[in-house]
């Protein structure tokens, strides 16, 4: 593999070969992501397994689907980023990989989309979501089927800033959209969540 980094400034950085052999994990995302835009293999693969379960856990939150179609959905994910490598700017590299996500998962269609399995979300959360009583465990068992009756604008929003955890503002810009549009958005969703998972509206 080539080796590369960033020199000066993020904005204004050119990319560098380096003579000298550096340790793959001294790299930064963006050096890495710099390297996909040139068609480096081994930066793509470096990419690929630096954030793989992260986008995996991402599209399996938001489809509802069978594991075959989230998948394809990951992999789709990872081939649109390495081609849109070359106009990555700056900012959370992981956040740019959910962005690509969110947007495939919209436009995404099957002849048949079978039910997602339900699985063990209390494990995978590893915290409550903040919208729901911490000690309402049997409840969050309930949430992949709540998630899949949401509108995918409200899901995304929901699946961003409670489960993985984004700032508002960061989702935000992730999804291209005002940071007041995402509020209500993730009002309406919680809400929502809320409803199907107690059968009341609080």
Known sequence: MARWRWSG?????????????????????EAVVAACATGDRAARGMLFERYFRDVHRFVDRMRGSDPDEVDDLVHSTFVAAFAAAARYRDGNVRGWLYGIAANLTRTYARKEIR????????AELGEPVRALDPDDRHLLAQLPAALEALPHDHRVVFVLVDLEQERGS??????????GT???RLYDARRAVRRTLTGGDT
């Open 9 to 29: 400034d993020v904005k204004r950085a050119e990319l560098i070969q380096l003579r000298a052999e550096v340790d793959p994990s001294e790299l930064s995302d």
């Open 115 to 122: 039910r997602k399995r339900m699985f063990e979300m209390v």
């Open 182 to 184: 995402l509020w209500r």
């Open 170 to 179: 960061d989702a935000a810009r992730m999804l291209g959209i005002p940071q």
